[in-house]
């Protein structure tokens, strides 16, 4: 089962194992420079907002109604990034997940279009609290190009580089638990260790453009590989969720409530000397990026290609703060300022 | 049953053992009480503090409001709210669910719908 708690989807297992919760939010943060250099990861600047498709029904799209799930307005050109987190159980283990998540129907991780299944070769998805975080598409082994919103049917998106067609939009996410025997013999392990409402016309929303998400500026982030293995994931039990994304005005429109201002530019946060980070963990290994997505234009490329300036501040920026973080518990070490 | 005091002084003291910024006086510091206060509250000798502070406190210690309110004997604004709408039918719900598995207490938690893609 699903919910949706304080902007964030909790995914419950309860009838494979009591701590099996996994926590989805969707991050603010600033939209890096789409200039082909490779950015450090850029900060968290709170949840987006988030409600069920299923309290505005009378003012969305008829097909989104049918989807189900939520949806979460963005600005045009504005990133996000995905922040995973578990109920760690005793002996401070998270209960592991296998997460997949693409972008108008296509994974973010292979590039290839939806399906419910897991699959193994090559791996189409994240685990979970292995890979704390997702900020983007992978591209290249350690490299991913930023998740940034584009207005679907212009040509931007990921799903419409690859498909040719612009039609599903939003984010998609489904979970798998891993077995709960597994889990308890991982739990006996660890144990041992430690024995140390307005009303407004329907067209208005239905006409409107609803949002994608396309690639954006390069970021390292390794995505790693499952280090558990293929069997231990409990494929009988999963859940799962389309996340819409509407642009401020449709926001503003179906729920009566503004839209949060818009995230700093990377310019202005850099130039206050605010924190950059970069992530480790050298017991894991990184997947390599599929040919599709690292084929994709970015944003800027693809403007580019259009005759049209799709980002404004675009300009590169010179992080000096930069702090590092270990997979200990994301823990933040200080770096070089 | 556990006391609050007990709870939150373990969570704290288990929270600094990594990080420093967890001691008794920059936690106090963080929610806005004196730190003597708090030890006290973590004594027991004190009663726990107002829902505004356990709502601060919650994220601090990685916990869930609504079980810190309950530890402290205490009901979120919110739930108050709720339940004050509709007391007898809230009343008789939850006397009712008071023997029920969690997963069936699960299952009448409002659930994200999943619809055809």
């Known amino acids: 089962m699903v919910e949706l708690k304080n902007n964030e989807l909790i995914f419950n297992f309860p009838q494979v194992h009591p701590h099996a919760s996994c926590r989805l ?7 890096i420079p789409d200039d082909n250099r490779e950015y450090e990861l850029p900060p968290g600047l709170g949840s987006f907002a988030m409600e069920h498709t299923d309290d505005h029904v009378s003012k969305i799209p008829k097909d989104w109604s049918e989807h189900g799930g939520v949806f979460l307005p963005m600005y045009q050109s504005e990133a996000l990034w995905i922040n995973f987190s578990g109920a760690a159980g005793p002996y401070g283990r ?37 890979q704390p975080w997702l900020d983007g598409y992978c591209v290249k082994k350690g490299l991913i190009r930023q998740f940034v919103a584009m207005p679907l049917g212009k040509g931007y ?23 709960r025997e597994r889990y308890e013999a991982m739990q006996k392990e660890n144990r041992k260790m430690f024995s140390g409402d307005v009303c407004y016309s329907m067209n208005m929303v239905s006409e409107a453009l609803p949002m994608g998400l396309a690639p954006g500026g390069l970021m390292r982030q390794k995505i790693y590989e499952d280090e558990y293995g293929f069997d231990v994931w409990d494929q009988q039990h999963s859940s799962r969720c389309f996340i819409h994304i509407l642009n ?6 179906i729920t009566g409530r503004p839209v949060p201002g818009k995230s700093p530019s990377a310019t202005d946060y850099t130039q206050a000397g605010l924190p950059w980070f970069e992530y480790y963990n050298d017991k894991l290994n990184a997947i390599s990026g599929p040919e599709k997505l690292s084929g994709l234009d970015s944003v800027a490329a693809k403007g580019i290609k259009l005759g049209e300036e ?10 000096q703060n930069i702090q590092k973080l270990s997979s200990a518990k994301n823990q933040v070490t200080d770096g070089k300022w | 049953m556990k006391q609050f005091g007990d709870h939150i002084r373990k969570k704290r003291e288990t929270l600094r053992k990594d ?11 963080r929610l806005g009480i004196e730190p003597a206060y708090l030890s006290k509250i973590e004594r ?12 601060k406190l919650a994220p601090m210690l990685d916990e869930d409001a609504d079980i810190l309110l309950a530890m402290a004997g205490k009901l979120s604004t919110d739930l108050q709210r709720i339940i004050l709408e509709r007391p007898t039918l809230f009343a008789e719900v939850i006397r009712e669910l008071k023997k029920a598995p969690n997963h069936a207490i699960l299952r009448i938690t409002r659930e994200v719908r999943d619809g055809k893609w």
């Open chain 1, 157 to 179: 998106t990921a799903e419409e580089q690859l498909t040719g067609e612009a039609t599903h939009g939003g984010l998609q996410v489904i979970v798998y638990p891993m077995k």
């Open chain 1, 248 to 253: 401020s005005s449709q926001w503003e429109t």
């Open chain 1, 25 to 31: 939010d969707f991050q603010k943060t600033l939209r």
């Open chain 2, 19 to 29: 990080d420093k910024s967890f001691s008794l006086r920059q936690v106090a510091v």
């Open chain 2, 44 to 55: 027991n000798v004190f009663p726990p503090p107002s829902e505004e502070v356990i709502q």
């Open chain 1, 310 to 319: 799709p980002l404004d501040q675009n300009d590169p920026v010179y992080p």
């Open chain 1, 94 to 130: 998270d209960y592991p997940f296998a997460v997949k998540i693409a972008t108008g129907k296509i994974n973010a991780v292979t590039g290839e279009s939806w399906s419910d299944k897991l699959v193994k070769n090559p791996q189409d998805y994240l685990v979970v609290p292995d």
